[in-house]
């Protein structure tokens, strides 16, 4: 399995921006298709975005779509997600995943396709 540590959250104004990395340990992150979850304080975790292997499929929760990007480096054995124009409601801990192989039939926002969880990082956004 990949271990997932997740960074780069934090404290922001509504309108700003932070980029969240997660950064994995094992050969196999090259292969593996990753997620950036979320959970909102008295909310169930939520699907954020998520990248294939290579970078050439990439999907959004419509919530985030034209404010956050999710990308990866697998030389670095990273993958980011950089969001802009953050609202309070973006306000929650932020969790990456990844899932060894491919999306199936669509199933990229469904938590229980996913092998490894980080910890998370919180993100905080005030009015």
């Known amino acids: 399995q990949v271990q997932l540590v997740e960074s780069g959250g934090g404290l922001v104004q509504a309108g700003g921006s932070l980029r969240l990395s997660c950064a994995a340990s094992?050969?196999?992150?090259?292969?593996?298709?990753m997620g950036w979850f979320r959970q909102a304080p008295g909310k169930e975790r939520e699907f954020v975005a998520a990248?294939?292997?290579?970078?050439?499929?990439?999907y959004y929760a419509d919530s985030v779509k034209g404010r956050f990007t999710i990308s990866r480096d697998n030389a670095k054995n990273t993958v980011y997600l950089q969001m802009n124009s953050l609202k309070p409601v973006d306000t929650a801990v932020y969790y990456c995943?990844?899932?060894?192989?491919?999306?199936?039939?669509?199933?990229?926002?469904?938590?229980?396709?996913?092998?490894?969880w980080g910890q998370g990082t919180q993100v905080t956004v005030s009015s």
């Open positions: 990248i294939n292997w290579s970078g050439s499929s990439i």
């Open positions: 094992g050969r196999t992150f090259s292969s593996a298709a």
């Open positions: 995943a990844a899932r060894q192989g491919s999306f199936n039939g669509g199933n990229y926002y469904k938590q229980v396709v996913y092998n490894s």
